[in-house]
């Protein structure tokens, strides 16, 4: 039979164990992939800036051949950042240089191994992006953002396609067949759903601003739609 003092110590011992494991798998790890070429200090700002990206959001949009700058950080003192840069000290940057799509990993060099990824989509003829749309609360308004941070100031919109109606607005508004006005970097048309062709080139990073038809006075709105989904296609000159 165990003494009193060996199972104390037993008791203890697991305790131990249970919370190294807890204090390991709370590191904190953090991996970015930014357009162009940027100084330690500069991807500290934007990564607090954007810390709130879902993983699914975790893409940077290029040109062939392109320079990115990837930035991670973490508790650890070392991380793995894949593909080929190896063992670096944390936090830190270091420079690519892509022509085809590229997925970077970073893995925090600590016994629990925490892993983040960050996707590189180099633009082709037939690349696709997606926009989530905030709402104002009157309804007449929409916007999203195409960030300098995550896309190449050269890539071109084609074409965008707004995947939603007045409906999904204002269920009640009787309108038009063209029910936005849209407004991005001096462009201004009206638009429906379905897709809809730019007749010159525009550049996709920037605000994109639809001031909405179908919601006049005494409609009945919905400002907290979950999805005002667009969708824009994209292309390198």
């Not at 954007?50 to 699914?56: D, P, R, T, V």
């Not at 696709?128 to 960030?147: P, Y």
């Not at 300098?148 to 071109?156: L, V």
């Not at 269920?171 to 007749?199: A, Q, R, W």
Request: glycine share 6%; aromatic share 12%; hydrophobic share 35%.
């Amino acid at each position: 039979m165990k003494s009193r003092g060996a199972i104390i110590s037993v008791i203890i011992l697991c305790i131990f164990s249970f919370a190294s494991f807890w204090t390991c798998c709370d590191d904190v790890l953090e991996l970015f992939v930014f357009t162009g070429h940027r100084s330690l200090t500069e991807c500290q700002s934007l990564a607090k800036k954007y810390e709130y990206l879902a993983s699914k959001d975790k893409i940077t949009f290029i040109c062939p051949g392109e320079e990115v700058t990837i930035y991670w950080e973490s508790t650890a003192s070392t991380v793995n950042v894949d593909p080929g840069f190896g063992s670096m000290s944390s936090p830190g940057v270091a420079y690519l240089t892509v022509n085809s799509n590229t997925t970077i990993t970073a893995t925090a060099k600590q016994d629990c191994k925490k892993t983040k990824s960050f996707d590189i989509k180099v633009v082709g003829s037939n690349t696709r992006s997606t926009h989530i749309g905030v709402v104002t609360v009157d309804c007449k308004k929409i916007r999203f953002e195409v960030e300098e941070a995550f896309y190449s100031s050269k890539i071109e919109a084609v074409s965008i396609e707004p995947k939603f109606g007045p409906s999904n607005i204002c269920p009640t508004c009787v309108v038009g067949p063209k029910f936005l006005d849209m407004h991005h970097n001096g462009y201004d048309k009206e638009i429906s759903t379905g897709i809809y062709n730019f007749e010159r080139k525009v550049t996709a990073v920037g605000k994109w601003d639809f001031d909405v038809q179908c919601c006049g006075q005494g409609c009945d709105c919905n400002p907290y739609t979950s999805k005002l989904m667009f969708w824009l296609n994209l292309y390198c000159p």
